[in-house]
């Protein structure tokens, strides 16, 4: 029998939008086929959305005119859906940061912010959070009018809390302003805040309304804070939520973080225009809670014959139709936990508080910048031989192409060099050393202590890849290709150029890398993914 709707909550979470006059032709291309997917989405899936999301970057540069492009498209998203503006939900992003409004005071109260009480101080003084929150003119003057008598902002109202009365339930929505201290390309390397203050005074205020499942909103993933706000802010939202909703990766993903105190299922929603070359995708989650399960249902955008959006297969392998099924914590399922039931999609390993190496048994996670090159050398040599090994890279998609590199006169350490020599320009460490482990446990085991001895302790869950697109490589000079890239940017030019169109290269970005170093990333992104069109249009774009 199906499930009647009113035991269900759906919601339509979008991100990224970049909306600005310059790219409103192709953006229009994009969003309409999204809104006759939304359409069609609820009329033959029955997916009727409680409420939208909308994670950040509604505009560009956070200009007044773009914010009347976003006005046009949420107008039409609202009628699509059916929704009046008491159900769209809405926080900024870095896009949504005027540059041009911050001043050097500002900067500077910014760069002190070094612990957890100089931020709490700042958010609690007037003239300071007055000053902090200036960047946001464009985007206060949109939300203000746009939404007025559902959603305000300014310096006394950077967040929000709304509770709707859902499915037998009282849903906490917490719109959470990550982009507060955003003001470059050098976010990622500074770090940004939500700051404590912000974090509690949220779930307070849900908890004041008797929130029996909260769902944070915020723009900016949990590991891009600054270290103290991770032991602070992430740690207090992680316990505290049921879901976490953020964009800026610009690709979807869905993971939990879970500790013997809560557990939050994270969903990132990937960029829902970037270009009409890019992977655009949207998220529509359904939680069932009389079953106890929910479902993200992921969305990507072809820009084949006139552009249209159908089911992301590409994303998880796991996930061939495009669904990622989870079971909902025991907490919402009004029942004691099993083993079963508060299964992560994909479980982070828990950050140690003393930064210990992780626990046995949680995945490794490698340092790109310092991987245990002998370790990894001389597990591979003990875990196979010629024959096992070129079996072992044959029967896998991302190692595939290793088997071209194999020569007929490579016995087996010419060919674990070439293994290691592609994990190193490919940064497949970690998934090497998953598939090893399933292979040959025995030797993995031997050597997991070294592993983890030289292994990164995560904050927030890593994302998986975008696998690559099947077939061949199109054809591209990446000689001249390289050239152009060179000639065009400068060093920081090059930072700011990825952050804006491919933050997923920029966050492997290392201090001190040089400029030769982050074009071979760049560029390898690109040739793994088999499709340099995004790079092309972006670099016309800017040229």
Request: charged share 25%.
């Amino acid at each position: 029998m199906a499930v009647e709707q009113s035991e269900r909550i759906t919601w339509l979470q979008i991100s990224d939008l970049h909306l600005r006059g310059s790219r409103a032709y192709d953006a229009n291309v994009v969003l309409k086929a999204l809104l006759r997917d939304v359409g069609e989405r609820i009329k033959e899936d029955e997916l009727r959305p409680d409420f939208v999301a909308v994670t950040g970057d509604l505009a560009f540069s956070g200009k007044p005119a773009e914010y009347e492009l976003v006005r046009r498209f949420l107008d039409e998203l609202l009628r699509v859906t059916g929704l009046d503006k008491g159900r769209l939900f809405l926080v900024p992003g870095n896009h949504d940061v005027d540059r041009s409004l911050i001043t050097r005071g500002a900067q500077a109260i910014g760069d002190g912010l070094t612990d957890r009480d100089s931020a709490n101080d700042v958010l609690a003084t007037p003239a300071d959070r007055q000053l902090m929150m200036a960047r946001f003119q464009g985007y206060r003057d949109f939300v203000n009018d746009y939404l007025a008598g559902h959603l305000l902002f300014g310096d006394e109202r950077y967040f929000y809390v709304r509770s709707l009365d859902l499915a037998g339930q009282r849903v906490a929505i917490m719109g959470l302003n990550s982009a507060w201290l955003s003001a470059s390309v050098e976010d990622r390397a500074k770090g940004l805040l939500i700051g404590e203050r912000q974090a509690r005074a949220a779930l307070d205020l849900a908890d004041e309304a008797g929130a029996a499942i909260r769902i944070a909103l915020m723009h900016h993933p949990l590991d891009w804070l600054r270290e103290f706000d991770r032991d602070d802010s992430a740690a207090i939202l992680a316990d505290g939520c049921h879901f976490i909703l953020h964009g800026h990766l610009h690709h979807t993903a869905a993971t939990q973080l879970t500790s013997p105190d809560g557990a939050a299922t994270i969903l990132t929603g990937g960029a829902c225009y970037e270009t009409r070359q890019y992977a655009n995708t949207c998220n529509w989650v359904q939680l069932n809670l009389a079953a106890g399960n929910g479902t993200v249902i992921l969305r990507r955008y072809s820009d084949a014959r006139g552009g249209f959006w159908a089911k992301d297969t590409l994303t998880y392998r796991n996930a061939p139709d495009g669904v990622c099924r989870f079971r909902l914590p025991a907490s919402l399922q009004g029942h004691a936990p099993s083993p079963q039931q508060d299964a992560p999609l994909r479980q982070a390993p828990p950050k140690s508080s003393t930064g210990s190496v992780p626990a046995a048994g949680m995945p490794i996670q490698v340092d790109p910048d310092n991987p245990p090159i002998a370790a990894i050398r001389e597990l591979l040599e003990a875990a196979f031989t010629p024959p096992k090994l070129r079996s072992f890279c044959q029967d896998r998609p991302q190692f595939r192409d290793l088997i071209h590199h194999f020569g007929p006169g490579h016995g087996l350490e010419d060919m674990v060099g070439e293994v290691i020599d592609y994990c190193r320009t490919q940064l497949l460490w970690d998934e090497l050393l998953a598939e090893v482990a399933v292979v040959n446990r025995k030797q993995y085991e031997r050597f997991e202590p070294r592993l983890r001895a030289a292994a990164i302790t995560p904050t927030a869950p890593r994302l998986e890849p975008v696998p690559p697109a099947s077939g061949p490589i199109p054809t591209v000079d990446r000689a001249a290709l390289r050239q152009r890239l060179d000639r065009t940017f400068d060093d920081p030019g090059l930072d700011a150029f990825c952050l804006d169109y491919f933050p997923e290269v920029y966050d492997r970005f290392s201090r001190g890398m040089r400029k030769d170093e982050k074009l071979t990333l760049l560029l390898d992104h690109f040739r793994r993914a088999k499709a340099y069109g995004p790079l092309l249009a972006a670099l016309e774009t800017v040229s």
